[in-house]
């Protein structure tokens, strides 16, 4: 179970190359791909699936833990 925000997005690993001493270019070379959805996250980010602001998450999920524990 994911508490949070939707993270950025960023999900392809890039390889930076230099092109001469004052610039460099990244070029993608691998991406993640989800064995259920058969997509990525990047771009789009990934839901949680309880949203609550990042300041909170912790304990959100302190309480979501303790709540399930308590249901056994």
């Given at each position: 179970m994911i508490v949070g925000e939707t993270t950025?997005?960023?999900?392809?690993l890039v390889m930076?190359?230099?092109?001469?001493?004052?610039f460099i270019?990244?070029?993608?070379?691998?991406?993640?791909?989800?064995?259920?959805s058969k997509t990525d996250w990047e771009g789009t980010g990934v839901v949680p699936d309880v949203k609550v602001k990042s300041s909170d998450a912790f304990e959100a999920a302190e309480r979501l833990a303790k709540s399930k524990l308590q249901a056994r």
């Open positions: 950025g997005g960023g999900a392809h930076m190359h230099r092109i001469d001493t004052h270019i990244g070029v993608p070379f691998a991406r993640p791909i989800n064995p259920i």
